[in-house]
């Protein structure tokens, strides 16, 4: 029963930091794997750079094509946040994310791609990967053909995408045009604009020029940068538990180990007598606890893999996907085998300083 207390106690711990670094890890690549070298976003002065807040004007993009030289293309976009409800108007209640785009959306944001269905019309709408799991439903529950209600207006589910690495698989895309109609609203939230180099000098001095549009240009580099930043507690408090949970194990493992020494007292104290060095013994004890705790590692990447591998996490108005890579399952054998080394510490120091006379006559 103490072996597999402890070999649970390592699988445990090897599951843990696998998740642990699967969500810091796909929280980081999720923000840093949408920005894009030779693209800017412009937001609005007073939106305190929030896409949702931000109000620009629609035909920004024309402005900006023809004022700036370098550009390639530019894609005004609505982002908003709101209730979606599932087959009728008066269905249940979900929280989405919904992003107007138009035609030049798709060639700026290079990561998108449709994997079933076609590009939506009006009246239409595209499912990114995760767009379920933000919702908080089953991904059977955006087949195509499905309708969501959005401000009280019907579309028709009519593709899916991938976006991998981005924030932009949990959200919900339709034509900007119609949208603005439906909201009511004459304005875009941001604009995306490609330049032909990763120089946005000449974008940033337009910014600075025109201060009656009350724009600022931030590279979508660095603002993907500062959301991975924002977030950076949460990253703090998930390696915090793994620690505190690590900690324990290690703890318990030292415990049971100095049980188990004190329980063979009488068996090392006789390899003692028939030659064997206290060396040899301790390296014996921490062989043993390697092995355990490795089985144990096994075990527990076992478990990471069918319990976590291809899940999804989400967060705010997005979501990520988990999955096990090779940093990932490395970090989590890591730790079961220092867990197994340093579990053992302090037992095999007391068997390798061990008193034959005083072990046989205390047995």
């Known amino acids: 029963m103490r072996t597999i207390l402890t070999a649970g106690a390592s699988a445990l711990v090897t599951a843990l930091l696998v998740a642990t670094t699967s969500f810091v890890r796909g929280l980081d690549g999720t923000f840093s794997g949408a920005a894009q070298p030779d693209t800017a976003i412009l937001l609005s002065t007073v939106s305190q750079r929030d896409v949702v807040r931000s109000s620009v004007s629609a035909g920004l993009g024309e402005l900006v094509s023809a004022s700036v030289p370098g550009v390639e293309v530019t894609s005004g976009e609505i982002h908003m946040g709101t209730s979606v409800r599932l087959g009728a108007e008066d269905g249940p209640i979900y929280p989405g994310f919904v992003r107007g785009v138009s035609d030049e959306a798709y060639s700026i944001h290079e990561a998108v791609t449709v994997t079933s269905g076609r ?23 955006l087949p195509l053909g499905e309708v969501l209600w959005i401000e009280s207006t019907p579309f028709e589910i009519v593709g899916t995408f991938s976006a ?52 600022v240009m931030i590279p979508t580099a660095v603002y993907y940068r500062e959301l991975t930043d924002y977030f950076g507690p949460i990253r703090n408090m998930a390696w915090a538990l793994a620690v505190i949970i690590a900690g324990a ?55 990471a893999r069918f319990a976590l591998d291809g899940t999804s996490v989400g967060l705010a108005m997005s979501a990520f996907a988990l999955e096990l890579d090779a940093v990932s399952i490395l970090v989590g054998f890591a730790g079961a085998f220092l867990l197994g080394i340093l579990g053992v510490a302090p037992a095999a120091f007391r068997a390798s300083r061990i008193s034959v006379a005083l072990a046989l006559k205390d047995t």
């Open 119 to 141: 590009i939506p019309r009006t009246g239409e709408i595209l499912v990114g990967r995760l767009a379920a799991s933000q919702m908080g439903v089953d991904p059977s529950a």
């Open 164 to 215: 991998p690495g981005t924030t932009l698989e949990a959200e919900l895309w339709t034509p900007v045009a119609p949208l603005r109609g439906i909201v009511q609203r004459e304005d875009d939230s941001v604009l995306f604009v490609r330049m032909a180099s990763s120089d946005f000098a000449d974008l940033n001095l337009f910014t600075a020029r025109r201060l009656d549009l009350e724009l």
């Open 249 to 303: 194990a290690l703890f318990g493992g030292a415990n049971t180990m100095g049980a188990a020494v004190q329980d063979r007292m009488r068996e090392l104290a006789t390899l003692r007598a028939v030659g064997y060095s206290g060396w040899h013994l301790a390296k014996s004890l921490a062989q043993e606890s390697v092995l355990l705790a490795c089985a144990g590692g096994l075990a527990g990447l076992l478990v």
